[in-house]
């Protein structure tokens, strides 16, 4: 474990594993420790991974002023940990709703971006978002055997209560997880199982709070971006649904987007051999 000091004093923790290039990775969760992540799929036999642990998770301090929770906000720690690699440019992956923080950092720092990997990103940055049917539509290719005829059942739930403006169970939120999966094993239970202890609750909700987006501002931003992008779907994920990457794919300049075949929200999990394979063939070659 490796620690900087951010632009407000907070201090911040880095694990580093593997050897070679270095490729910064945001953590998703929202605002779960980077532990989660792996050496993704194997992509540690390659590339040096420098996993972030975001702050207030993980071996990170919490700051003194929680509203920098907010996403928008984190911007500055991504700089300021390009700033003590000593890196003039930098390959990045992001995960899940760290998608966001990434898509944010490029429309705020365009020139210290190389290379990108989005993968199953959420995309509130840039105001995109599936629809209820579009999502229930990907969810419902899964029926017809268990765990997933159960967690259909609790994600139809959850949209409806979502859809009429509810907070749906917490309940419901757990038997619909084996839907983020491709695979449901002992293995990804364990996974699932680590993720309350590994998340900061109080930094989660104030993740994409009131203001931390601007999806004008940010589109405009990412317009600049000259390094090649690749949103990487899952078949089987439903948020972002395969049309929603290509969509935010779109909004780059050189971005491209590639579907994982059976592949769910945790696709180096799902097949690690061909995840790392092709993040490893698109860092050294491009899209």
């Not at 419902?140 to 409806?160: C, F, L, N, V, W």
């Not at 180096?268 to 860092?283: G, H, I, K, M």
Request: hydrophobic residues 40%; proline residues 6%.
């Amino acid at each position: 474990m490796s620690i900087f000091t951010s632009h407000d004093g907070t201090e911040l923790a880095y694990h580093v594993r593997g050897e070679g290039e270095p490729l910064v990775c945001l953590p998703g969760g929202a605002m779960r420790a980077s532990a989660y992540l792996g050496d993704l799929g194997g992509l540690t036999a390659g590339r040096r991974l420098i996993l972030l642990d975001l702050r207030g998770t993980g071996d990170s301090a919490i700051p003194a002023d929680e509203s920098t929770y907010r996403v928008d906000h984190q911007v500055a720690d991504v700089e300021a940990l390009r700033v003590h690699l000593g890196l003039e440019r930098m390959d990045v992956l992001a995960h899940s709703a760290s998608g966001n923080l990434a898509q944010l950092y490029a429309a705020v720092h365009p020139e210290r971006v190389r290379r990108l990997v989005l993968v199953t990103p959420t995309c509130w940055a840039v105001g995109l978002d599936s629809t209820p049917e579009q999502r229930l539509e990907v969810v419902r290719k899964r029926s017809g055997s268990e765990p997933y005829d159960t967690a259909i059942a609790a994600y139809e739930r959850i949209q409806g209560i979502m859809g009429a403006g509810g907070t749906p169970a917490p309940a419901d939120w757990r038997q619909a997880m084996p839907l983020a999966y491709g695979r449901w094993n002992d293995e990804v239970r364990a996974h699932l199982d680590a993720s309350d202890r590994e998340k900061n609750a109080v930094a989660a909700a104030a993740y994409a709070g009131p203001g931390a987006f601007d999806p004008p501002a940010t589109r405009a931003g990412l317009r600049r971006v000259e390094g090649e992008v690749l949103v990487l779907a899952g078949e089987l994920d439903s948020n972002p649904t395969p049309a929603l990457a290509a969509e935010l794919a779109g909004l780059f300049p050189h971005g491209a987007v590639d579907v994982q075949a059976g592949g769910a929200h945790f696709p180096w999990l799902d097949d690690p051999q061909w995840f790392a394979a092709r993040v490893e063939r698109f860092l050294a070659e491009g899209v």
